[in-house]
């Protein structure tokens, strides 16, 4: 009975000590990641700008087979609409291009509905930095509630390894190699 009290006590102590973590960590987080691709500034936008290029770069739609995905609209352009919904590890939103600095940097909004309601703001963005080589960076901001405000200790290390394999997926598209 002791060992019954004592191992109730630690999960005990354990959860009350995760809630007080999550109650301290800051509500928003910010994660970016950058890489330099050796084309063309303008060729590099022109792929990045196009929310339907992430099924052949990004590591989280590529992740679940059961993924479904639906467009909506113009892709690359204000008010495009993806939808997604899987059945394994993609879980359910839509994200929508919400600003394009044309040649520059799309701004999208990301909701999720499954595992979690959250919104996000996610911006690619493509700078010269010398003959054919551009340099591109992502990044993604957001605000979790409590207490998924524990995500947020961990997200950059998560999301960005993500994000890395995401943009290198970018440069060999576009590089061929």
Do not use: H
Request: glycine residues 8%; proline residues 2%; hydrophobic residues 40%.
């Amino acid at each position: 009975m002791n060992i019954l009290l004592t191992i109730l006590l630690i999960i005990a102590i354990i959860v009350v000590f995760l809630l007080f973590l999550a109650l301290v960590t800051k509500a928003e987080y910010s994660i970016e990641r950058e890489l330099v691709i050796d084309r063309p500034q303008r060729e590099v936008f022109d792929y990045i700008k196009l929310m339907r290029n992430q099924e052949e770069y990004s590591v989280w739609v590529m992740k679940d087979p059961t993924n479904k995905i639906k467009y909506t609209g113009t892709d690359g352009q204000i008010g495009f609409l993806c939808e997604w919904e899987g059945k394994k590890q993609a879980g359910k939103g839509e994200q929508e291009i919400i600003g394009v600095d044309e040649g520059r940097s799309t701004q999208i909004e990301i909701r999720f509905e499954r595992p979690f309601k959250s919104v996000g703001q996610t911006e690619m963005s493509a700078d010269s930095v010398g003959t054919d080589q551009t340099l591109v960076k992502w990044k993604m901001t957001g605000k979790n509630k409590f207490p998924m405000t524990l995500f947020n200790l961990v997200s950059d290390s998560l999301l960005g390894k993500d994000m890395e394999q995401s943009l290198m997926n970018i440069r060999r598209n576009l590089s061929g190699s």
